[in-house]
């Protein structure tokens, strides 16, 4: 059984700094992209940022500069260092497997974890 658990989560003032994380358990053979994403009160998921697994990073823009998205492979973990928040970056983030595959050969599929609140507030 494949889990994908966020954390770090919180609430923050404007210009303050959270660090999100996503661990991958389970049996997991591969993970082809890992990818944040994001989903306001009131509006549709969107794609925060993503990382292959050889490390090709891509971000939207309203967080290019601000956002930085790492892996560790070795640890089935990501990581999402958000600083400079604002109260637009409010949201669920939710962590996101893609093509992984449980051994070798297997299909690929897609996982997500279960979400953590970020609350960016004076």
């Known amino acids: 059984q494949v889990q994908l658990v966020e954390s770090g989560g919180g609430s923050v003032q404007p210009g303050g700094s959270l660090r999100l994380s996503c661990a991958a358990s389970?049996?997991?053979?591969?993970?082809?992209?890992m990818s944040w994403y994001r989903q306001p009160p009131g509006k549709e998921r969107e794609l925060v940022a993503s990382i292959t697994s050889g490390g090709g990073t891509n971000y939207a823009d309203s967080v290019k500069g601000r956002f930085t998205i790492s892996r560790d492979n070795a640890k089935k973990t990501m990581y999402l260092q958000m600083n400079i928040l604002k109260p637009e970056d409010t949201a669920v983030y939710y962590c996101?497997?893609?093509?992984?595959?449980?051994?070798?050969?297997?299909?690929?599929?897609?996982?997500w974890g279960q979400g953590t609140q970020v609350t960016v507030s004076s």
């Open positions: 389970g049996s997991i053979f591969s993970i082809n992209t």
């Open positions: 996101n497997a893609g093509g992984l595959r449980v051994v070798y050969g297997s299909l690929p599929a897609d996982y």
